[in-house]
Antibody, heavy 122, light 110 residues
């Protein structure tokens, strides 16, 4: 059974840092690319970052570029999101989601973790 | 504002058909496929439709997707109470080099 489990969330002061982890099981982790998607309280989904299967291709939303860093550790079946210089507007539930290619040019998020809450507040 | 535009709410009576629209631009819907996600309160989203019109296994055929130009839509026929949820469209944006989502549509079954 495919599972994604996020951890590392919590309360942090503005300007602080946090590292989120997403552990995967039930599939060959190294073959997949992953994404982080967040959802502020009562708001919609917002894509944060993507990392390719090899880790070669990395993309960030403008709102987090330069502050967040995504990485992938196939040996430990984990994806990480290092979040620095956190702001109040980063407060959200952060989801990890796996990419599945349905064709050479089409993909979607086929599995999601349960999400982890990050609260940025003084 | 979200890059993709969805109506914030939609409603229908049990058994009716509802359609949720998603409008984008040439850099996202116009050049890439659209996916739809369903989310119940307090839970993670789940893929409902991918590659514009394909349903993952387990999704009833009451759900259908379509796309034309820079717009896409999700149709739900034979509306049931368990369809009450939030629905999001998403597509890759070639200009932004990232995924863009619609603002979400809250579906209420009357």
């Amino acid at each position: 059974e495919v599972q994604l489990v996020e951890s590392g969330g919590g309360l942090v002061k503005p300007g602080g840092s946090l590292r989120l982890s997403c552990g995967g099981s039930g599939f060959i982790f190294s073959r997949y690319s992953f994404n982080w998607v967040r959802q502020a309280p009562g708001k919609g989904l917002e894509w944060v970052s993507s990392i390719s299967a090899s880790g070669t291709y990395i993309y960030y939303a403008d709102a987090v570029r330069g502050r967040f860093t995504v990485s992938k550790d196939d040996a430990n079946n984990a994806v990480y999101l290092q979040m620095n210089s956190l702001r109040a507007e980063d407060t959200a539930v952060y989801f990890c989601a796996r990419d599945l290619y349905s064709s050479a040019s089409s993909k979607h998020f086929d599995y999601w973790g349960q999400g982890v809450l990050v609260t940025v507040s003084s | 504002q979200s890059v993709l535009t969805q109506p914030p709410s939609s409603s229908g009576a049990p058994g009716q058909r509802v359609t949720i629209s998603c409008s984008g631009s040439s850099s996202n819907i116009g050049s890439n496929t659209v996916n739809w996600y369903q989310q119940f309160p307090g839970t993670a989203p789940k893929v409902l439709m991918f590659n514009d019109h394909q349903r993952p296994s387990g999704v009833p055929d009451r759900f259908s997707g379509s796309k034309s130009g820079i717009s896409a839509s999700l149709a739900i026929s034979g509306l049931q109470s368990e369809d009450e949820a939030d629905y999001y469209c998403a597509a890759w944006d070639d200009s932004l080099n990232g995924w863009v989502f619609g603002g979400g549509t809250k579906l209420t079954v009357l």
